[in-house]
């Protein structure tokens, strides 16, 4: 499985930025598609995610009422649309693929996630 993130770039605060992943290979077993970040110095954290059964979505508190995520119809791949961005949310952005749901992670959980991307950086300035 290769999953080719796109769409970062650099935007002012207040503004609006949309993340593509699309994902190729063996991804007919996949069990959903999430994103998470990485600002400098930090540790990589969940942003957000969704699975193919029944589209439901989960997000950090962090970026809820602002980032949406959702399928790219008729494609393994998925948008993440964000809205109101803040310089905190400046960060590399990596798309994963966990490939079954797994009852002893969480799906914010890094270990839930079998494939990641190269990841796409997002940059907010005040």
């Known amino acids: 499985v290769q999953l080719q993130a796109s769409g970062g770039g650099l935007v002012q605060a207040g503004g609006s930025l949309r993340l593509s992943c699309a994902a190729s290979?063996?991804?007919?077993?996949?069990?959903?598609m999430g994103w998470f970040r990485q600002a400098p110095g930090k540790e990589r954290e969940f942003v957000a995610t969704?699975?193919?059964?029944?589209?439901?979505?989960a997000y950090a508190a962090s970026v809820k009422g602002r980032f949406t995520i959702s399928r790219d119809n008729g494609k393994v791949a998925v948008n993440l649309q964000m809205t109101s961005l803040k310089p905190e949310d400046t960060a590399v952005y990596y798309c994963?693929?966990?490939?079954?749901?797994?009852?002893?992670?969480?799906?914010?959980?890094?270990?839930?996630?079998?494939?990641w991307g190269q990841g796409t950086l997002v940059t907010v300035s005040s």
């Open positions: 994963a693929m966990p490939m079954r749901y797994r009852g002893t992670y969480n799906v914010s959980d890094r270990a839930f996630y079998d494939y």
């Open positions: 290979g063996r991804t007919r077993s996949s069990y959903g």
């Open positions: 969704i699975r193919w059964t029944d589209y439901s979505t």
